[in-house]
């Protein structure tokens, strides 16, 4: 994440400050503490050194994160930036981008209290940047910044891995690759459904960052983000059934990785319901695949 000295970097230089003079003049801070700050947003890919003669220029990076934040700074300059847009704060919004979570839960995955959560929303809420929704819960208010929505979303999703990646948080993400070698951390979703009783074969390998153990209702939620056909559905449908998962912490852990709405969806599949996300499989399609795997499904 952001932190205050990055943001006032980052400013400074929209606000046409582009040698290592310039903008520690401009932000008062020393020359040496810039220069270090700078390095720290080169490595982040938001900019970059560009040399002429004896001439050295920091410029942004061509980036889109960097086009939403320049348009987002140039129509709202009275925006309080280092208060919204580093710390803990930044890792709020960051967090509640995609969809709504509780305070809990907030305060759990920042691993900061929830007195203190609760009063960093108050703020945040202030200036609309977060908005209530029903049962209570947190969400970024897309509507009203939409540049500074897109500028956070590619922030958050950003890496140096040349992998697809179908989840990310700070440090930890999950991603799939079809390389071997590219493996890292620990397997998990489809790619653990064969070794949990329920076959599947695998073009690709599936992966979570920071190596921990996995439960099975970590690995079933990572399979949902990775399902993207109707059999994948279906396979994902039939370890749900077949496993005896804990449902509270089934829906906590879809919070989590922005994917509430497809475990919804799982269960009106089931209930033979509408469906708002996957296509609505039939129970005879769904019983002839289930007896491969010996489940037996009342609806």
Not at 52 to 60: A, C, I, P, S
Not at 186 to 201: A, I, P, Q
Not at 208 to 215: F, G, H, T, V
């Amino acid at each position: 994440m952001l932190t205050k000295p990055q943001i006032k970097v980052i400013i400074s230089l929209i606000k046409g400050n582009t040698t290592l003079k310039s903008i520690s003049q401009n932000i008062k801070i020393s020359p040496s503490w810039a220069s270090n700050i700078l390095n720290q947003l080169i490595n982040l890919s938001l900019i970059k050194v560009e040399r002429k003669g004896n001439q050295v220029r920091y410029v942004f990076t061509d980036v889109p994160s960097i086009s939403k934040l320049l348009k987002f700074v140039i129509n709202t300059p009275q925006f309080n930036f280092e208060f919204f847009l580093s710390g803990l704060n930044l890792r709020i919004l960051t967090f509640c981008i995609f969809s709504p979570k509780t305070t809990g839960l907030i305060a759990k995955a920042l691993k900061t209290s929830k007195k203190t959560i609760q009063n960093r929303i108050a703020n945040i809420k202030k200036v609309g940047l977060l908005v209530t929704e029903k049962d209570h819960l947190i969400l970024f208010n897309k509507k009203m910044y939409l540049d500074l929505y897109e500028f956070i979303r590619e922030l958050r999703m950003s890496s140096n891995k040349k992998v697809n990646i179908l989840w990310k948080f700070e440090e930890r993400i999950l991603f799939e690759t079809r390389r071997k070698e590219e493996i890292e951390g620990n397997l998990t979703g489809f790619s653990r459904y064969t070794e949990l009783k329920v076959s599947v074969y695998n073009n690709s390998y599936y992966c979570y960052l920071p190596e921990k153990k996995l439960s099975k209702e970590e690995i079933f939620i990572h399979s949902l983000l990775q399902v993207e056909d109707a059999r994948s559905l279906m396979l994902a449908l039939t370890f749900y059934l077949k496993h005896d998962l804990n449902l509270k912490r089934l829906e906590d852990l879809a919070r989590e990785y922005d994917c509430y709405e497809k475990l919804l969806d799982i269960k009106r599949i089931l209930k033979q319901e509408k469906t708002d996300i996957f296509p609505l499989i039939k129970e005879k399609e769904l019983k002839e695949f289930f007896k491969q795997y010996n489940i037996k499904w009342k609806r």
